[in-house]
């Protein structure tokens, strides 16, 4: 059993930066390949970046490639999300979750879900 929990979320003008941390309970954390997804309101939830268990792969969104960086520290049990150059169509609900296979960007595959942390930005 993992429980997820998201923080860092807020408003931001369009151009600044956020990190979003996810905090992990649980021993087996260093043991799943981790993912954050956003959506917003209407819309289906989407892949945005996922990374290894031992932090060895990522893999990312097109619409977040050169711009968002996903990380882990184990030792942490926590998993970040660096957002940097906003866009005002990255403004929604952002989860992180936890997969016991490997790095995937299908939302099912994921065993274990966040609350989700909200980010605006403005333009």
């Known amino acids: 059993q993992v429980q997820l929990v998201e923080s860092g979320g807020g408003l931001v003008q369009a151009g600044g930066s956020l990190r979003l941390s996810c905090a992990a309970s649980?021993?087996?954390?260093?043991?799943?390949?981790m993912g954050w997804f956003r959506q917003d309101p209407g819309k289906k939830r989407e892949f945005v970046a996922t990374i290894s268990w031992n932090g060895g792969s990522t893999y990312y969104a097109n619409s977040v490639k050169g711009r968002f960086t996903i990380s882990r520290d184990n030792a942490k049990n926590t998993v970040y999300l660096q957002m940097n150059s906003l866009k005002p169509e990255d403004t929604a609900v952002y989860y992180c979750?936890?997969?016991?296979?490997?790095?995937?960007?299908?939302?099912?595959?994921?065993?274990?879900w966040g609350q989700g942390t909200q980010v605006t930005v403005s333009s």
């Open positions: 649980g021993r087996t954390f260093s043991t799943y390949a």
């Open positions: 979750a936890a997969d016991p296979g490997a790095v995937n960007i299908n939302p099912p595959s994921y065993h274990y």
